[in-house]
């Protein structure tokens, strides 16, 4: 049977999306899913998304890594599966859906989706440069000098599987400020390497950032692009009205054959 699939990437964070309404995919495929996924033998993707029918929401977010596995909130796939919800005509400018780590509401807005993220209420500084939080995804976060020729598969592989982060593991990122901009690079737990953008990671070392004097929003530079977080500092340790922002665009469709 052939499915059709849609291609996204949000600031060079590729993603597969299937429209699951009817259920149409087998949500328990996880070996299919790692192969659709596969740069090789696939079509290739960091990650895999479902958009589900859920009673009270727009829709649902089912989101897998690129090894098959149900995973934590994916920052650059919640604004692609927003785009291609409002694509499809699910949903107008707005929307509120639900997500592994809860509700979410997002607008569609001059070519850029704004992406509420949860709140924010810890912020573990490890070091005077190295930081620990969860925006929806565990990210360790790490300032740096001279990022672009910094080692990050090397050194973000160490720290992913370090016993300081047993038994989950974390995604790793690492950050430096470049004028009025903050260049980051991640290694994603899941895909196993860095990736070109990682919205919740991102947002993440925003945070970690204007606790050292970055202004709010940021403005952040990926491999894959140009995104801007905003947030309110409303505690010692709270930040909420959590956005990510940035371009989702579709690459191209197709059909998968759920039989291989």
Known sequence: MNITFYKYQGTGN?????????????????????????????????????LQNKEGYDFEMVYYNADGNESTMCGN???????????????????RFLAVDGPHDAQVKDGLVHLHMIDVNTVNKL???????????????????????YPIFEKGKTIRYSDAFKPGGTNVNFMEMQGDTLFVRTYERGVEDETYS???????????????????????????????????????????????????????????????
């Open 14 to 50: 590729d993603f597969v999306l299937v429209d699951n309404r009817t259920n149409i995919f087998d949500r328990e495929r996880r070996d299919l899913v790692a192969q659709i996924c596969h740069r090789r033998f696939g079509i290739g993707a960091d990650g895999f998304i479902l």
């Open 127 to 149: 070091s005077t440069d190295t930081f620990f939080l969860n925006t929806g995804s565990p990210h360790y976060v790490e300032k740096v000098s001279a990022i672009e020729q």
């Open 77 to 95: 796939g919640g604004r692609c599966i927003v785009q291609f919800a409002y694509d499809l005509g699910v949903i107008g400018a707005t929307t």
């Open 198 to 260: 990682c919205g919740t990671g991102v947002t993440a070392a925003a945070i970690a950032a204007s606790t050292i004097g970055a202004t709010v929003p940021v403005s952040v530079k990926t491999l894959g692009g140009n995104l801007s977080v905003s947030f309110t500092k409303s505690g010692e340790q709270h930040y909420s009205d959590v956005y990510l922002i940035g371009p989702a665009k579709r690459v191209f469709a197709g059909q998968i054959d759920v039989r291989f």
